[in-house]
């Protein structure tokens, strides 16, 4: 079943080794030092100072081609690219099976990047500049999809993907509006709902296994509570149960609808549900200011945190490998909007407040 | 079957009387030696797994990963004993 990959065929899986390699990865990610003194510096010097760190390799391969923020923002898709192939690479077996599913959202993000770039009519460097090779497509398979010159040819040579089903409709819809978005609604789909495919759906509630799920489940439940609060603040006239996606346990379809029509009773089902505990203050900051952006950076931060708790409660399961990549991935997100920031002018604490840090 | 086996099984039993036991001390001592052998290994498996992950991140990590990995090792030591104990 090429849907898993090659890598797992009946292997045990290896997580002393992985979990001994993340864990070191993990402890040497930039810590509030490090933010506290990125914040204070200008673009180029934030250049220099990931030079002498974990992304110098990187920095010296692409220095010669960009500059500025644009190369610190491909270093650090380059770096986080490297690292989180090489997750995929040690693990075999359940684990491997595991680190995939997730990491399958940078599949996602490249299929996106070539169908967004072809529409636009960008230029083959550009596009491949934007990829994030840290998923579970091959190389061949990324560069075949780099190539592609339109984007029938791309649904056509995701055929054996997961993707290959819902792009294909979704592909007939495009034909008629000539829209992005139905395109980019099933690459979304197909990712979460392979997300908790072949699971058990009802593990024991305190296992490794068990905590995964429940993981997952709070993913998909903060990407559908996302969509239904953005919608519900844009006030657009979108039916939300297009965007739902299936498998979390906040919300179902009906409830979603109907909760996305009034800002206060969703916020008030949230702080009722299990992780009103993690979000209250967030969602106090959301009922006094209405500020959309800083309960995004909350939802963040709830995750990481939790995603860290379970690593420690289950040192031996995929658990430390997930908030390492969650760790990781914040990382990325927060040098980039350093560097960003610093270039169109915020000052010191404007940037602050953008960075989730724990 | 159970029923039926057991008095043939004490028939034989008492035939020997002067009986030596069906596994003299010496082979019971190696026995020990053996299985404790065979689960300080399985103890090594998982931690050398780790120990060689920690030292390929950090290569100060090599003098650590080394001891703990030999740690489980003293199970066999200890069973060691017992042969000098028979």
């Known amino acids: 079943m090429s849907l898993y990959g090659t890598a797992s065929g009946g292997r045990a899986s290896n997580y002393e080794y992985v979990i001994a390699r993340v864990r070191s990865r993990r402890a040497s990610l930039f810590d509030d030092d490090d933010y506290r003194k990125l914040v204070r510096m200008g673009t180029s010097e934030i250049a220099r100072f990931m030079e002498e760190t974990e992304y110098e390799t990187e920095m010296n391969a692409l220095g010669a081609r960009y500059s500025g923020s644009d190369l610190v923002e491909y270093a650090l898709n380059r770096n986080l690219a490297k690292h989180f192939d090489d997750l995929l690479e040690w693990s075999e077996g359940a684990l491997y099976n595991y680190i995939a599913r997730y990491l399958r959202k940078f599949d996602a993000w490249n299929v996106k990047t070539v169908i967004r770039g072809l529409y636009a009519g960008a230029d083959l460097s550009a596009i491949e500049d934007d990829f994030i090779r840290a998923g579970e497509f091959s190389e061949q398979r990324v560069d075949a999809l780099r190539n592609a010159g339109s984007i029938e040819e791309v649904v056509e040579s995701l055929d054996d993907t997961i993707f290959g089903a819902s792009l294909a409709e979704a592909y007939e819809v495009y034909e008629e509006q000539q829209v992005l978005v139905p395109l980019e609604n099933a690459v979304d789909r197909a990712f979460y709902e392979t997300l908790l495919d072949g699971l058990p759906?009802?593990?024991?509630?305190?296992?490794?296994?068990?905590?995964y799920v429940q993981f997952l489940r709070a993913e998909v439940d903060f990407r559908n509570l996302r969509n239904a609060l953005r919608l519900a603040r844009s006030g657009a006239e979108t039916d939300p149960?297009?965007?739902?996606?299936?498998?979390?346990?906040?919300?179902d379809q009906q409830s979603l609808t109907q909760l996305t029509a009034n800002m206060d009773n969703l916020v008030a089902t949230v702080r009722d549900s299990t992780y009103g505990d993690d979000l209250d203050s967030a969602l106090s900051a959301l009922e006094d200011a209405g500020s959309l952006v800083e309960f995004e950076r909350a939802l963040d931060a709830a995750l990481l945190e939790y995603a860290d708790k379970l690593s420690t409660r289950y040192p031996l399961s995929v658990c430390p490998v997930l908030s390492y990549i969650l760790a990781k991935e914040r990382e990325v997100d927060n040098i980039r909007a350093i560097a960003r920031g610093r270039e169109a002018g915020l000052s010191p604490d404007e940037i602050e407040q953008e960075l989730v840090i724990l | 079957m159970i029923e039926t086996i057991a008095p043939v099984v004490n028939?034989?039993?008492?035939?020997?009387?002067?009986?030596?036991?069906?596994?003299?001390?010496?082979?019971?001592?190696?026995l020990a030696v053996g299985l404790a052998a065979l689960g300080s290994?399985?103890?090594?498996?998982?931690?050398?797994?780790?120990?060689?992950?920690?030292?390929?991140?950090?290569?100060?990590?090599?003098?650590r990963g080394l001891i703990l990995t030999v740690l489980p090792e003293t199970l066999v030591i200890l069973a060691l004993v017992v042969v000098f104990v028979v």
Not at chain 2, 42 to 58: F, K, L, P, Q, T
Request: proline share 6%.
């Open chain 2, 11 to 30: 028939a034989v039993l008492q035939e020997g009387t002067a009986a030596a036991p069906a596994i003299p001390p010496s082979a019971a001592a190696a």
């Open chain 2, 41 to 63: 290994g399985y103890a090594e498996r998982g931690i050398g797994a780790a120990a060689v992950g920690a030292v390929a991140e950090d290569d100060s990590m090599f003098g």
């Open chain 1, 241 to 251: 149960a297009e965007y739902y996606i299936d498998g979390g346990k906040l919300f």
């Open chain 1, 201 to 211: 759906s009802n593990p024991e509630r305190d296992s490794a296994t068990g905590l």
